[in-house]
């Protein structure tokens, strides 16, 4: 098991930013591609960004380009979401996951997943 905390969410307005972190407790990170995904109440899981294992490529869903960034410390284990422009549409409970060696915006090839932080965004 890879035990993954993820943090940061809380309740905000319209256009406000929020940055998630997730902190894996495992020496094996630096070899782990990592991802965030996001579930809202009656909607599908759906991929939200990832990161390869060298910080050097990084994908998003459509729906966040341009207004998300993913990151990762490798001195501190820890990945971030950094979520800015926050609309009604990105409340969900977003979970941070640990893949294999290559990065992946499918679910199923992430094995670890943190127990989730609640992302809230009035209008």
């Known amino acids: 098991q890879v035990p993954l905390v993820d943090s940061g969410g809380g309740v905000v307005q319209t256009g406000d930013s929020l940055r998630l972190s997730c902190t894996v407790s495992?020496?094996?990170?630096?070899?782990?591609?990592m991802g965030w995904f996001r579930q809202a109440p009656g909607k599908e899981f759906e991929f939200v960004a990832a990161i390869s294992r060298s910080g050097g490529s990084t994908y998003y869903a459509d729906s966040v380009k341009g207004r998300f960034t993913i990151s990762r410390d490798s001195n501190k284990n820890t990945v971030y979401l950094q979520m800015n422009s926050l609309k009604p549409e990105d409340t969900a409970r977003y979970y941070c996951?640990?893949?294999?060696?290559?990065?992946?915006?499918?679910?199923?090839?992430?094995?670890?997943w943190g127990q989730g932080t609640q992302v809230t965004v009035s209008s």
């Open positions: 495992e020496p094996t990170f630096n070899s782990r591609a």
């Open positions: 996951a640990a893949g294999t060696s290559e990065v992946s915006t499918w679910r199923y090839d992430y094995r670890y």
